[in-house]
């Protein structure tokens, strides 16, 4: 779609974090009209800057949108954002037009998304929970992974927008199912850089340079692209946020009570969020979930 059509289509954006702010940025460089908002206001500005309108509510947002996204912290924040802090229709799905598309892309619970599924339902707006990986290098490249829940006509028509934002999107199910993919995801990831803080911490302890065990793992069936990512943070010492610690503690939460909800145990998961618990009860900044490392240097 050019930018003389995509002109046309009025997109809002509620959300402006790590993740929100580039995703902002693509679509007002791919040329839709966006409207955005975010609680700490002056994240707007840049936006506001290059073009963007500025809503006062979330719910005038939604109101001035052919498609609305979201991107938010956490299920509180997301509630919040649509149905209002004082939960009497002030929020965001109270302002949807009839006809149009909503999509999230936070990670919340699946049983999140099917309650926002039927609240659209019976105002006749088309959803979709679309949690997305990439991280924030991956969002300012517009190569974000969309795992998607919903309607497959309504993701087809949505296609042009998250062609912009992704380089990827998979169609996995009725909503809920984007997002039980994306904890399983999370889950992985997490214990993935966890296992890697652990092996380092051993290496280390025995006198030998961490530095040799991630050599080694490169060339080996150990290599992954999550630890090619962040096992520079680990030997360093570096946890600037990409992805902060504080959202993959709560991931792992929700993939707990997932598991509960389900009846399937994971302990692993239980065992990491202790983990990732202990560091983040103990942090006195905002740090990446490579910083699960700091467990092992306290």
Do not use: C, F, H
């Given at each position: 779609?050019?930018?003389?059509?995509?002109?046309?289509?009025?997109?809002?954006l509620i959300g402006l974090g790590l993740m929100g702010q580039p995703i902002g940025m693509n679509l007002l460089k791919?040329?839709?009209l966006l409207t955005v908002w975010n609680r700490t206001t002056s994240r707007a500005n840049e936006l506001v800057a290059m073009g963007a309108t500025l809503a006062m509510s979330p719910k005038e947002v939604a109101a001035a949108s052919d498609v609305l996204l979201t991107?938010?912290?956490d299920p509180p924040a997301l509630e919040s954002v649509l149905w209002g802090a004082d939960g009497k229709d002030s929020g965001a799905l109270a302002g949807l037009k009839p006809g149009s598309t909503y999509i999230d892309s936070s990670t919340v619970s699946p049983a999140l998304a099917r309650k926002?599924?039927?609240?659209c339902a019976e105002r006749k707006v088309h959803f979709l929970d679309a949690p997305v990986t990439g991280g924030d290098w991956?969002?300012?490249k517009g190569e974000l992974i969309f795992m998607v829940g919903g309607d497959a006509e309504t993701l087809k028509a949505?296609?042009?927008i998250l062609g912009v934002l992704g380089k990827r999107w998979f169609h996995l199910g009725p909503n809920g199912a984007g997002?039980?993919?994306?904890?399983?995801?999370n889950l992985i990831l997490a214990l993935q850089v966890d296992a890697l803080a652990e092996a380092l911490a051993l290496v280390t302890g025995a006198g030998l340079k961490g530095e040799s065990l991630v050599e080694v793992m490169q060339s080996s069936m150990a290599r992954s692209g999550v630890l090619d990512v962040k096992?520079?943070?680990?030997?360093k010492g570096e946890y600037k946020p990409s992805f902060p610690l504080r959202l993959m503690h709560k991931d792992l939460s929700l993939a707990l009570d997932l598991g509960n909800q389900i009846g399937v145990a994971l302990p692993a998961t239980a065992a990491a969020r202790e983990t990732y618990n202990y560091v983040k009860g103990n942090a006195k900044e905002d740090l990446d979930y490579s910083a699960v490392m700091k467990f092992w240097r306290r």
């Open positions: 779609m050019d930018s003389a059509a995509n002109s046309k289509l009025k997109v809002g791919a040329g839709y991107i938010v912290s926002i599924a039927a609240a991956g969002a300012k949505v296609e042009p997002q039980t993919i994306k904890l399983a995801m096992a520079p943070n680990l030997l």
